[in-house]
């Protein structure tokens, strides 16, 4: 079968049109995209690309699953929220199907679709079969930094700035009627945010904090240039 060829020029602008297009042909079979920058969009994808690799790098990597409320009272804890999280994977990675000259930056999913970030769009994939594609300035991505009381391993690229007590008063004093009390270090973690209009809402915990900045921070200035474009 031959492989249809799909050429996205540096008028980033047409990417919907191509995003169609694209939806149609990987149906059919597999899509090559010639993917071709000019200048000064090029510069802000290739930060954005080195930012990626130093983000996937992070010592460890949460795909939050679950957060809930807890009540700090009754359960003598410093904190408010308790979290499911897994461990996931971030790298360089290409899908079969889509062919082209940049490889895609590649974030596991634990719950729903991987994705997969390529210059002009994102796709959702969990299979041949179920997949969606969304372009990049629909997406939106924020970074936040979160205070987490960190009962397992401190990873190692982490910064603790803190410690509480297993179990605590109001006033952040350790609770003297727990005679095992002991010190738990509160660590700054970076969080990134991702959602759309069509239901994509993941949220990840990185162990490095400035790797997981310096990427949201990128990834906003490339998204600006292609909104412009």
Same mark, same amino acid.
């Given at each position: 079968?031959?492989?249809?060829?799909?050429?996205?020029?540096?008028?980033?602008?047409?990417?919907?049109?191509?995003?169609?297009?694209?939806?149609? #042909?990987?149906?059919?079979?597999?899509?090559?995209?010639?993917?071709?920058?000019?200048?000064?969009?090029?510069?802000?994808?290739?930060?954005?690309?080195?930012?990626?690799?130093?983000?996937?790098?992070? $010592?460890?990597?949460?795909?939050?699953?679950?957060? $809930?409320?807890?009540?700090?009272?009754?359960?003598?804890?410093?904190?408010?929220?308790? #979290?499911?999280?897994?461990?996931?994977?971030? /790298?360089?990675?290409?899908?079969?199907?889509?062919?082209?000259?940049?490889?895609?930056?590649?974030?596991?999913?634990?719950? /729903?679709?991987?994705? &997969?970030?390529?210059?002009?769009?994102?796709?959702?994939?969990?299979?041949?079969?179920?997949?969606?594609?969304?372009?990049?300035?629909?997406?939106?991505?924020? %970074?936040?930094?979160?205070? %987490?009381?960190?009962?397992?391993?401190?990873?190692?690229?982490?910064?603790? %700035?803190?410690?509480?007590?297993?179990? #605590?008063?109001?006033? /952040?004093?350790?609770?003297?009627?727990?005679?095992?009390? &002991?010190?738990?270090?509160?660590?700054?973690?970076?969080?990134?945010?991702?959602?759309?209009?069509?239901?994509?809402?993941?949220?990840?915990?990185?162990? $490095?904090?400035?790797?997981?900045?310096?990427?949201?921070?990128?990834?906003?200035? &490339?998204?600006?240039?292609?909104?412009?474009?």
């Amino acid at each position: 079968m031959r492989i249809p060829e799909l050429a996205i020029n540096k008028d980033i602008g047409a990417q919907k049109e191509a995003i169609k297009e694209t939806q149609i #042909v990987i149906n059919n079979s597999a899509v090559n995209i010639d993917i071709q920058f000019d200048d000064p969009t090029k510069k802000k994808f290739d930060r954005l690309y080195n930012a990626f690799k130093n983000l996937s790098s992070s $010592h460890r990597i949460w795909d939050i699953t679950d957060a $809930h409320y807890q009540d700090r009272v009754a359960t003598r804890s410093s904190a408010s929220t308790l #979290v499911n999280r897994r461990d996931v994977k971030f /790298g360089l990675q290409s899908l079969p199907i889509i062919q082209s000259n940049y490889e895609a930056l590649y974030f596991q999913n634990v719950n /729903g679709a991987d994705l &997969y970030l390529y210059p002009t769009f994102v796709l959702m994939y969990t299979n041949d079969q179920n997949f969606a594609i969304v372009g990049i300035d629909e997406l939106s991505l924020t %970074f936040s930094s979160v205070s %987490f009381t960190e009962t397992s391993t401190v990873p190692r690229d982490s910064k603790i %700035f803190n410690k509480t007590w297993a179990k #605590v008063n109001k006033n /952040g004093t350790p609770d003297k009627r727990f005679k095992n009390n &002991y010190q738990i270090p509160v660590v700054q973690y970076g969080r990134l945010r991702s959602s759309n209009s069509r239901g994509l809402n993941e949220e990840y915990q990185i162990s $490095h904090f400035e790797a997981a900045e310096a990427f949201g921070n990128a990834f906003e200035e &490339y998204r600006r240039v292609c909104k412009v474009l």
